[in-house]
């Protein structure tokens, strides 16, 4: 699909943002199954939840970033299903499930060459504790352990040291639940590095699984670093709905770290010294980062 | 997906078939993307298809078999794009590599201990050339030398064995172009055997990349068996939709070998000595038939 040579990016004025592309479309009927079997069991709402999506995307103008018309579709399936939060209990087991590796994680980066690198290496790997119904635990573990034993795939590792040891003040956007217990492991690293303020920024209301303040404060980061909400429900960093609290820390950090996929699709073309820590997940990120599905990515936007 | 303990089957009076589940909805808009870029490379009408294919799909009853619905998908392809068969070069392509592993093949399965085992192997394994672009030469090559070292997941071919002895009519029903390369290995087996009376047919008209009377001359089946078309272009037998005089032959035949997914889904609860021989390519008819996705299948419907 990647070979027609199309456009990458969509020029929204003087920006490149990342649009929608026609593959989203079966993937967000394929996500809004996916969640509409989280939150009843009921076949007929699950089929009416579909018909109502196909209803909004039907005509809808690709030229959003995906995270907004997620928006749309969470939207319609809270409406439907009549839950507002159905990957509420998903999320607490995510967050105990990687509290669970908390310790060994933690020892591991504690005696590694390179703390740091590891640290964002599992920050990264964390990642891939994505939505829907949780694996086993030991697969999981399993699964990091062998996304941390290999390169990041685009790496500006070297970039993301000079720029942090010029900062004062860190904005850290984050994406999931379970994943913030390696943010966690992270932002433990980069606290010991002296001066830095960091601050921690999650979703105000849920939406999929991504973490919002309770999941931050239910795996301890509020001992770490000041919490706070982006005013936004978007599975992202919509910048055009986040809380003026919220922009004004955007707009003064030195620096941002950006986690996740919908971080990326909303923010890659934002200005700002942000470095984006992802697993690609999707073949229409991967082609807009020239890697592919399952690679590691610490970029930073200002290259 | 499969967890929740669904109805796997669908009673339509006092039959049992293959229902449409609420993942292929996402499932069909995903083909009607791949078709429609095969079709064309105009992204505007891309888009109108997959409007048109969610128009189509919301609220239509799913007590039809996947290939009725995919009739319905392939007509609006159609009926956009202006091409009635988007596929033909991809199957002539396909139809070209799989001659050229038949030398090669052919002899395998002169010098295997059991060659109808083999020949039956690898017209299963000859199902994994799917629509779409036609993957490297070597990849398939050796993708269908993988397949054929595993075991098959559902194994009846000792029915298949004391069925075939006393068979005196044997339909053959072809599932796609490429594939009937391998199709013709195993009626070359079959015909060692010495009276049998083989029939194989195909569609009537083009559908996917489904092969109709002109791939199986290509293939030189012709000089093998008697060739027919089934009268109808779903990319399944639909036996409502067939022809008379194929539907006089599947009552005559004394034994059915019906290839791939599509003749499955349409035919897992008809009457009648059927041999399904197939690649499980979806989690639904791996469901269905108690298999993982990949999985090798020679399956008698009288059990």
Not at 124 to 132: H, L, V
Request: glycine share 6%; net charge neutral; hydrophobic share 45%.
């Amino acid at each position: 699909m990647a070979e027609e040579g199309k456009k990458e990016v969509w020029e929204e004025g003087s920006k490149k943002i990342m649009k929608t592309y026609l593959d989203c479309l079966p993937c967000f009927l394929n996500q809004a199954l996916k969640t509409s079997r989280v939150a009843t069991t009921d076949e007929k709402i699950q089929r009416e939840v579909l018909d109502q999506v196909m209803e909004n995307l039907i005509r809808l103008p690709l030229d959003a970033s995906p995270p907004r018309i997620a928006q749309i579709v969470y939207a319609t399936i809270k409406k439907i299903t009549g839950t507002g939060d159905p990957y509420s209990a998903i999320k607490k087991k995510q967050n105990e499930l990687a509290l669970n590796f908390y310790p060994e994680f933690k020892a591991m980066v504690r005696n590694a060459e390179d703390p740091l690198l590891l640290a964002l290496k599992l920050a990264i790997a964390g990642n891939i504790i994505d939505f829907g119904v949780p694996k086993e635990i030991k697969d999981i573990r399993e699964e990091i352990l062998l996304i941390i034993s290999s390169p990041l795939a685009v790496n500006d590792y070297l970039a993301f040291k000079k720029n942090l040891h010029n900062a004062k003040l860190l904005l850290y956007l984050g994406d999931n639940a379970g994943e913030i217990v390696f943010d966690r492991i992270l932002i433990e690293e980069l606290s010991n590095l002296g001066t830095l303020k960091i601050v921690f920024a999650v979703r105000e209301k849920p939406i999929i699984n991504d973490a919002v303040l309770d999941d931050a404060k239910f795996v301890g980061l509020d001992k770490q670093v000041k919490l706070i909400s982006n005013g936004s429900d978007a599975p992202a960093t919509v910048l055009a709905e986040c809380s003026s609290e919220f922009i004004d820390l955007f707009q003064k950090a030195d620096m941002i770290i950006a986690k996740g996929q919908g971080n990326y699709e909303s923010l890659s073309d934002e200005s700002g010294n942000i470095f984006f820590l992802l697993m690609v997940k999707c073949a229409i990120v991967g082609r807009h980062l020239h890697v592919k599905v399952g690679d590691m990515v610490l970029k930073s936007n200002l290259k």
